[in-house]
């Protein structure tokens, strides 16, 4: 039976700032439950159209998905002025800093809640690459998360990308999650060692919370992605069923 989706752009309050996100979500049946929601968390390039793709992908498996457009404030795209590949993703990664990220990830948990017609008493994070590692840090900071799903979210990211201009761990907090963990790294990513997926995993588990950790060998970065070059379709297929089985075990 196809499900039918409702989706489109929304805007909503974090702090001062107006933002906005890109939100799907099943219609309702008649009578029905609402949805439990999603919270996404796109990667350093933005609310791409893929990442537009997949919040609608989510929507049709019976989830509310709100991706958040963590770079509201800056016209909707990751920093252009850069001479070379590190500095974009250096600034990329600056333009959606925890200490702003976080509390966007938070509002639009906040605006689900307000909207009606969804769960949102029943709420995960799913977050890519730079999102990965915001869905570790939101899940180590809020008791509002019934578990987080991070995919390929770097472990330990290094000084040019932090605003300390030191490396801002993962690790670290990772021991504060309150919530069940579901992560998924590619055994060949070139942008994570799997050194750190190990440390991760290690300190995840130090939480008390239920957490599984998947590495899937040959898969590089970003493979979950049909549009990258790294896109390695048997791993994103079974990133995506262990995905949403994790999902409706816990929503």
């Known amino acids: ?20 996100g890109y939100l799907a979500r099943p219609v309702p049946a008649p009578g029905g439950p609402p949805p439990p929601v999603i919270v996404s968390a796109h990667e350093n390039l933005g609310v791409t159209a893929h990442r537009r793709g997949v919040t609608e992908r ?8 709100l991706t958040v457009d963590l770079y509201s404030r ?21 333009a959606a800093r925890d200490e702003q990220a976080v509390p966007d990830l938070q509002a639009g948990l906040d605006h689900l809640a307000g909207r009606g017609g969804v769960d949102a008493s029943r709420a ?9 590692g915001l869905a570790i840090a939101w899940a180590a900071r809020t008791d ?7 995919l390929y979210g770097l472990p330990e990211l290094p000084p040019a990308y932090s605003p300390t201009g030191r490396v801002r761990s993962r690790v670290d907090i990772a021991d504060r999650v309150t919530c069940p963990v579901q992560a998924h790294f590619g055994g060949a990513d070139e942008v994570i060692p799997l050194d ?9 588990k130090r939480s008390g919370r239920p957490v599984e950790v998947h590495v899937y060998e040959g898969a590089g970065h970003a493979y979950h992605d049909d549009t990258h070059p790294n896109h390695h379709p048997e791993a994103a297929r079974l990133t995506w069923e ?9 929503l």
Not at 74 to 94: H, M, S, V
Not at 124 to 132: I, K, N
């Open 58 to 65: 989510f929507a049709a498996e019976g989830f509310a998905c």
């Open 196 to 204: 750190q997926v190990g440390r991760l995993g290690d300190a995840l």
């Open 144 to 150: 509002r998360l019934a578990c987080a799903v991070p």
């Open 124 to 132: 995960a994070v799913v977050g890519f690459c730079l999102g990965g």
């Open 242 to 250: 262990r995905t949403l089985e994790f999902l409706r075990s816990h």
């Open 74 to 94: 800056i016209g909707g795209r990751p920093p252009q002025d850069y001479t070379t590949a590190e500095e974009r993703r250096a600034k990329a990664f600056l």
């Open 1 to 20: 039976m196809t499900t039918t989706i409702e989706s489109g752009w929304v805007t909503f309050p974090s702090g001062r700032d107006e933002i906005r």
